[in-house]
């Protein structure tokens, strides 16, 4: 895709993900974090209806495409409206696939072929006023560019970090640190104006069941309320501890994706 081409699908995603924010947190979130990327995930699979509908193929990406224990082609899918929808579906999609899905697309998956359900991912938020429970304060930092070498033996982008300078605008990471190790850490990026994404929550398997990950998350929370922002949160059913840390804190359910296995039926022609 041609670089002024590919920038304008970017951004027709972008204002449409920015209609319903929290609803589309997953593509906006996706987008955010693969522009840093070189070359840039998924956008060279990255397809938009003007319907008002949306496709990634992420069976290429670094992270995404493969870790699913079957190799199958991966895709994520968004839409509002049945038609715009089946057409980019119809067109795009392999004979067997898997797709992580709005509720709107399983009518439409189903028209294409047999499907199967295989998992789910609980979108979150939580609103200024709405934090709860009561965190054990942490002595929490935000990395910076000084902190590539940590960052690095957490095997955690330090590249990256030049670009984190507002919480705002390219997002930051924060970390609890002991003894020059990074012991646990999380990023937090815009989504769109008021509204933050909290990913990326990690704890050293030493220092689990301590509070940690619940005391981080906590501190940035309290941060982005300050300023207004409302935050989301992604969690997959099957995390008990990251749904338990999410609901301690007072993030409750706004939206959830379908998993989804996809079998088409291959025409192949006359004999």
């Known amino acids: 895709m041609a670089e002024p081409e590919q920038a304008r699908l970017v951004a027709q995603i972008r204002a449409w993900c920015h209609e319903d924010p929290i609803r589309r947190s997953r593509f906006a979130w996706l987008l955010s974090m693969d522009e840093r990327r070189d070359p840039p995930w998924p956008y060279g699979g990255l397809w938009f209806d003007r319907g008002g509908a949306a496709l990634a193929d992420l069976s290429p990406h670094p992270e995404y495409g493969?870790?699913?224990?079957?190799?199958?082609?991966?895709?994520q899918a968004a839409?509002?409206?049945?038609?715009?929808?089946?057409?980019?579906?119809?067109?795009?999609l392999p004979a067997e696939c898997e797709v992580l899905a709005d509720e709107v697309a399983r009518e439409v998956l189903e028209s294409l072929g047999t499907v199967e359900p295989t998992g789910s991912l609980s979108v979150r938020a939580c609103?200024?006023?709405?934090?709860?429970?009561?965190?054990?304060?942490?002595?929490?930092?935000?990395?910076?560019?000084?902190?590539?070498?940590?960052?690095?033996?957490?095997?955690?982008?330090?590249?990256?970090?030049?670009?984190?300078?507002?919480?705002?605008?390219?997002g930051v990471r924060w970390a609890i640190i002991e003894r020059r190790q990074i012991i646990c850490r999380l990023i937090v990026q815009p989504i769109s104006e008021g509204l933050a994404e909290i990913s990326d929550v990690h704890t050293h398997p030493d220092h689990r069941r301590?509070?940690?990950?619940?005391?981080?998350?906590?501190?940035?929370?309290r941060r982005l309320h300050d300023e207004g922002w409302t935050a989301t949160y992604s969690v997959h059913p099957s995390n008990?501890?990251?749904?338990?840390?999410a609901s301690s804190l007072g993030f409750t359910e706004r939206f959830i994706w379908e998993r989804y296995w996809l079998r088409r039926e291959v025409d192949g022609g006359d004999e």
């Open 66 to 75: 493969t870790h699913l224990d079957n190799r199958l082609p991966w895709f």
């Open 79 to 92: 839409g509002e409206e049945w038609l715009p929808l089946l057409r980019l579906l119809d067109q795009r």
């Open 127 to 170: 609103a200024p006023g709405e934090l709860t429970g009561h965190a054990r304060p942490v002595p929490a930092v935000r990395l910076t560019s000084a902190d590539r070498a940590l960052v690095a033996a957490d095997d955690w982008r330090p590249e990256d970090l030049d670009r984190e300078t507002d919480e705002h605008q390219d």
């Open 210 to 221: 301590q509070g940690l990950g619940a005391g981080l998350v906590a501190h940035v929370l």
């Open 240 to 245: 008990f501890a990251s749904i338990c840390l």
